[in-house]
């Protein structure tokens, strides 16, 4: 008799500097969920502006991560956004050069494959970002109404996101 199949692993990322204004919107995400009970085989982290500790915790055994993130895609001011990212291809030395200061989730994903080439980790296979259009990125803590009531909608998406993704077994996730 075998019992049901073993959660994926996924890991939830908030990203963003609280000082930067809207761009805190990944951090308070993330403080939303941490309230909330998190699926079998979902990692929750609030990142902040740690780019380069995220880049090596998602290579770590995930299959999915989700990074919650501000995403200037020219939409209102608060609106939510799900991004499916493209695999990253082979790693070039180009990749390897990362500014600590501007680690962005694409600057992750870049470094993520260099680390990989360099340590034999294996990159999540999916990653997603839940992205807020934001409404300022000035100095100054605190977010701006549109983009602090976009907080539960994205804490929701986020969760359904990584809820979905845990409830598919490993060995049916096949790699791209």
């Known amino acids: 008799m075998t019992g049901p199949a073993p959660a994926a692993r996924v890991l939830v990322a908030g990203i963003g500097n609280v000082f930067l204004g809207d761009d805190g919107f990944g951090v308070e995400v993330a403080r939303t969920l941490a309230g909330r009970r998190l699926p079998d085989g979902v990692d929750l ?17 995930y299959h999915t991560a989700v990074l919650v993130d501000v995403t200037r895609r020219g939409g ?73 009531a976009a907080v539960a909608p994205a804490a929701d998406l986020a969760l359904q996101v990584a809820g979905e993704a845990a409830a ?8 791209p």
């Open 45 to 61: 982290v609030n990142t902040g502006v740690r780019g380069v500790h995220l880049a090596y915790q998602l290579l770590d055994g």
């Open 76 to 148: 209102r001011p608060g609106t939510v956004y799900l991004i499916e990212t493209p695999r990253a291809g082979p790693a070039t030395p180009e990749d390897a050069l990362i500014d600590g200061h501007r680690m962005t989730p694409d600057a992750v994903l870049a470094l993520l494959g260099t680390l990989s080439a360099g340590t034999a980790a294996d990159r999540p296979r999916r990653v997603v970002v839940v992205g807020c259009e934001p409404e300022r990125l000035a100095e100054g803590i605190g977010l701006s109404p549109p983009v602090a």
């Open 168 to 175: 598919a077994a490993p060995d049916r996730c096949a790699r």
